[in-house]
C-alpha cells in the first residue's frame, strides 16, 4: 500500500514538473537591434519559406540555438558575427523520405509523425530565441518582429 502511494506521488509530481512553462529571460547578456522576417516562394508549385534576420547591437560569443516563430523552432546559422539568421520551410510538398504504398508494409519505415505542443504561446509578430550560457539554454522573447515584403525570389543565405 505504501509502495502505491509512493508511485501515485511520484508520478502526480513527474507531471506537474513537466507541464511548467519555460522561462523567459528579461535581461539577456546580448542586445538586438533589429528583427525582421520575409516570405519567399521558390519557382516550382508549392516551394516557400520564410527568413527571419535578428540583427545584434554587437558581436556576441553568446552560443544562439533555436528560434521559435509562427509555430515553428528552425536551428539558427550566423551571417556575421552580428546577423542571426533563420530559415523555415513552409512546402507543403511531401518529403522524399516518406514512402507511400499501397502494401502497408513497405510503409512501416516511415517516421511516426511528432505530436510535440508548441512550447510558447506567441502573437503573430513575436519570437523566442533560445541561446546557452555556461551550458544552460536560456529563452528570449522578441517582440515586434517587422515584416517586409520580398519582391524578388532571392533568398537570403
Do not use: H
Not at 139 to 144: G, R, V
Request: glycine share 4%.
Amino acid at each position: 500500500m505504501k509502495v502505491m502511494k509512493l508511485l501515485v506521488i511520484a508520478t502526480v509530481v513527474f507531471g506537474f514538473t513537466q507541464c511548467r512553462s519555460l522561462k523567459l529571460e528579461n535581461n539577456p547578456p546580448f542586445a538586438i537591434d533589429n528583427a525582421i522576417y520575409s516570405t519567399w516562394a521558390g519557382g516550382q508549385a508549392g516551394v516557400r519559406g520564410m527568413n527571419v534576420t535578428i540583427q545584434l547591437k554587437e558581436a556576441s560569443d553568446i552560443v544562439f540555438d533555436s528560434l521559435y516563430f509562427k509555430n515553428k523552432v528552425v536551428k539558427v546559422e550566423f551571417k556575421e558575427a552580428t546577423i542571426i539568421i533563420a530559415n523555415y520551410s513552409l512546402s507543403k510538398k511531401i518529403p522524399s523520405d516518406i514512402i507511400l504504398d499501397i502494401d502497408p508494409k513497405k510503409e512501416i519505415v516511415n517516421k511516426v509523425p511528432s505530436d510535440k505542443k508548441f512550447p510558447f504561446e506567441l502573437k503573430k509578430n513575436e519570437a523566442v530565441l533560445s541561446y546557452q550560457v555556461g551550458g544552460i539554454t536560456k529563452y528570449y522573447k522578441i517582440p515586434n518582429i517587422s515584416k517586409i515584403e520580398n519582391n524578388s525570389l532571392e533568398r537570403v543565405q
